[in-house]
């Protein structure tokens, strides 16, 4: 299959586009103006290509998981390690790139929104080191139980500004970094961290995290030869899902299967299953699949892992969904958390409980699996910054 | 002068009085708020609103509801002023249906710029109920006169970069006058109404004198927000409303 999604007007299939007040339709403007002419410049691809190995670490292991592989005892499993990213996740492939882009535009003033808080601790580092103001909005629940990652921020001279509004979680981080961008649209540039908002934003930051793709399927068939037969990430906006997916995407013979949130169980009421419980919808300045009340106000999502805590679901996925091209399957947060611990024992790698939902789907895939195929699940983030809450379940 | 009130706020059953009460004070147009969780262009008060209605069990139907009663007493211009997914979730087609037959004059969309109302326009058309659509300080000149074709009833003029919400004159006046008189010489099919940050007769006046109009919304709240429910909080509402109009 062909694929050039999405349109000239921020389209993937009817979902995507641009959503928002009038007053922020020049900004955006102007940023997909600059993005266009910059993102094939040979000098900025050298300098984002120069940080990401320099500073980020990249090209990060595809590491063979020899014990998770044992013990299922079907397809080999490789894991994709984000995990070993500066900063301790895949988040910042894009606040580099973002970052990068801000410089070029003039723009001094950086704002971001956080869940996990591990996009709030790549922007704050990210701007520490170009030596650029950086706000944070986060949820006052979200701040409380990951404080770590607070502190993190505050270290890194960013100004963390709690919410209260809403849920205070990730979705009402988004509506005030939103409130406060169209206040100061001037001389902000606004770091959205996963693959949602208008566009451009979904196709700039999937752009960013292509790279965890691209390096899969190069260091992949240098081990093995050969492409893999299945692809896993956890969805939450979907940013790392999709960085590992893209490439992948016009080769249907690869099976790529996103993991989301189902929290207490999808039919619990607190959950975070958006392509199982939702329905298409508009929030944060995209049309895309959204947990919803009848009259179409925005329901709380809830999942264990705060970055996955998200009503909405980027555009591009709501499009992969609807045409078929990825599978996208719930795990709960019991699941998710014994999994982790499984591959703490097994592996050595304590993963992020975001993505301790990818590896959790392993135990319903493998048995379907044969010996002789390749399975890669990309290891998104690492998890120290998730130990408050995974001392709860030891 | 047009005023706007948050549907169900403070109370469902207040709605229609609070509406009929303004247009005895001087309101020449209502801005019916349909609440949203998520309203990501407003500022606290309005959240606020929102949040309340919502949590008094406000409905796209009982909105319709009071339209209804509201025309059933008078015949002032009402226009219905929400975000998109509400409205969607309603059904496009069906909303603009239901709006026609209720009585209500116009629509606007915050978060509906001029790039997505294409299917909106459609039925808009179809059951003559106008959008009404926003330039804000930013708008360039030709996407002005864009606006101005694709609008219709008015054009809201946003007056400041930021959310809704009242602010001090030095916020607002400062660089208002150069974005009037682009606005007044690209704007010519549209009346012209400004709203954003209008807190009382001498603000109001001080930003429209070169428009046809002024928007108060979030300064009404606020008044509500103070005296409701002590005795006599609408008999303070209504004379705080005859002063925006005509001052002390």
Redesign the interface.
């Known amino acids: 299959m062909k694929y050039d999604a999405p349109t000239k ?1 921020g389209y993937f299939g009817k979902f995507g ?7 922020l ?3 955006l403007e102007e940023l997909e103006t600059a993005y266009d002419s910059t993102i094939d410049d040979p000098g900025f691809q050298q300098d984002y290509r120069y940080h990401l190995k320099e500073f980020v670490g990249r090209p990060t292991a595809l590491t063979f998981a020899e014990r998770l592989t044992a013990h299922y005892g079907k397809a080999k499993i490789y894991l994709k390690r984000e995990d070993l990213c500066h900063t301790g996740a895949h988040k910042i492939n894009n606040t580099v790139g973002q970052v990068l882009l801000a410089i070029r535009m003039g723009k001094k003033r950086i704002i971001a929104e956080t869940g996990a808080g591990q996009h709030g601790v790549a922007t704050a580092t990210v701007c520490a080191k170009f030596g650029l103001e950086c706000i944070v909005y986060m949820g006052a629940e979200d701040m409380e139980r990951q404080k770590l990652n607070v502190d993190r921020m505050r270290l890194l001279g960013a100004d963390v500004r709690s919410v209260t ?2 849920s205070q979680t990730l ?2 981080a988004t ?1 005030e970094a ?2 406060d961008w ?5 001389n902000t540039f606004y770091i959205i961290g996963s693959v949602v908002g208008p566009h451009p934003y979904p196709r700039m930051t999937r752009d960013f995290h292509r790279i965890i793709g691209i390096e899969t399927r190069e260091q992949l068939f240098a081990k093995e030869q050969r492409g893999p037969d299945y692809v896993l990430a956890c969805v939450g906006g979907g940013s790392n899902a999709i960085g590992i997916f893209h490439p992948f995407i016009e080769d249907e013979k690869v099976k790529l299967i996103g993991i989301e949130a189902a929290g207490f169980g999808v039919d619990s009421g607190k959950t975070a299953a958006t392509f199982t419980k939702g329905r298409p ?5 995209s049309m895309s699949y ?1 947990l ?1 009340t ?5 329901e709380l999502a809830h999942s264990v892992s705060a970055g996955l805590d998200y009503p909405g679901v980027g555009p591009e996925h709501s499009y992969l969904h609807d045409i078929g091209r990825v599978q996208y399957v719930p795990v709960t947060d019991d699941e998710a958390m014994e999994s982790l611990k499984l591959v703490s024992r097994l592996e050595g790698i304590i993963p992020a409980i975001e993505t301790a939902h990818a590896f959790a789907w392993l135990d319903k895939l493998m048995p379907q699996t044969s010996a002789d195929e390749l399975v890669v699940l990309n290891c998104s983030g690492r998890g120290d910054k998730d130990m408050g809450t995974i001392s709860k379940y030891l | 002068m047009s005023l706007f009130i948050t549907a169900g706020y403070p109370h469902p059953d207040e709605t229609v009085d609070l509406v009929l009460g303004f247009e005895k004070s001087g309101a020449d147009i209502i801005e019916l708020g349909m609440p949203f969780s998520d309203p990501l262009a407003d500022g606290p008060t309005i959240q606020h609103s929102s949040e309340v209605a919502l949590a008094n069990g406000i409905t796209m139907d009982k909105i319709f509801d009071m339209v209804i009663r509201i025309r059933e007493a008078s015949e002032i211009p009402i226009v219905l002023m929400g975000y998109i997914n509400p409205v969607f979730n309603y059904g496009i087609e069906r909303f603009f249906k239901r709006a026609a037959e209720c009585g209500a004059d116009g629509v606007i969309l915050p978060d509906v710029p001029v790039e997505e109302s294409g299917y909106a326009d459609e039925y808009a058309k179809r059951y003559g109920v106008p959008i009404i659509c926003l330039v804000a300080p930013n708008t360039g000149d030709e996407r002005m006169q864009l606006i101005d074709q694709k609008s219709n009833g008015f054009v809201y003029c946003v007056s400041i970069a930021g959310v809704t919400g009242t602010r001090d004159d030095s916020e607002v006046s400062s660089s208002v006058d150069t974005f009037i008189q682009r606005v007044n010489r690209k704007i010519k099919k549209n009346p012209v109404m400004i709203g954003f940050g209008i807190r009382n007769h001498e603000s109001a006046m001080a930003i429209s004198k070169h428009v046809d109009g002024f928007i108060v919304g979030s300064a009404l709240i606020d008044n509500i927000r103070s005296h409701y429910p002590e005795k006599g909080w609408k008999d303070s509402l209504f004379e705080f409303v005859k002063e925006l109009k005509h001052g002390k």
């Open positions: 007007q586009g641009k959503f928002v007040p009038e007053i339709i020049p900004a509004s809403g979705k009402d509506n939103i409130r169209v206040t100061n649209v001037h919808g508009i929030l944060h300045g959204l919803q009848g009259e179409g106000q925005i």
